[in-house]
């Protein structure tokens, strides 16, 4: 089970980081990225992390510089970490397992994912 949380509203420029928690596998398992979903548009791939290794990938070139994304092996949990906040931004985020393998190689899988947590961003 992934269980996201910490998203909100946040004005453009300000700053959100959300949390994914899992239980039931562990991050030697799969690596886990992240993905967001905009009313009316296509999901887009955004990150993803190999937390057994520190491998990282970015999915979308618009977030560079911006989004960063981490891993706690103890408590089992993932980081997305969001600055400079966009408008464009705003979307349902969803943490997902990379069932490909705990390593990220190239790009990112999105093969089971939670919930979702709402991200807003106000011009």
């Known amino acids: 089970q992934l269980v996201e949380s910490g998203g909100g509203l946040v004005q453009a420029g300000g700053s959100l980081r959300l949390s994914c928690a899992a239980s039931?596998?562990?991050?030697?398992?799969?690596?886990i990225g992240w993905f967001r979903q905009a009313p009316g548009k296509e999901r887009e791939g955004v990150l993803c992390?190999?937390?057994?290794?520190?491998?990282?990938?970015y999915d979308a070139d618009s977030v560079k510089g911006r989004f960063t994304i981490s891993g706690d092996h103890a408590k089992n949990t993932v980081y997305l970490q969001m600055n400079n906040l966009k408008p464009e931004d705003t979307a349902v985020y969803y943490c997902?397992?990379?069932?490909?393998?705990?390593?990220?190689?190239?790009?990112?899988?999105?093969?089971?994912w939670g919930q979702g947590t709402q991200v807003t961003v106000s011009s």
């Open positions: 992390i190999g937390v057994s290794d520190g491998s990282t990938y």
């Open positions: 997902a397992a990379d069932f490909a393998g705990p390593t990220v190689a190239g790009r990112c899988h999105y093969d089971y």
């Open positions: 039931g596998f562990t991050f030697d398992d799969y690596a």
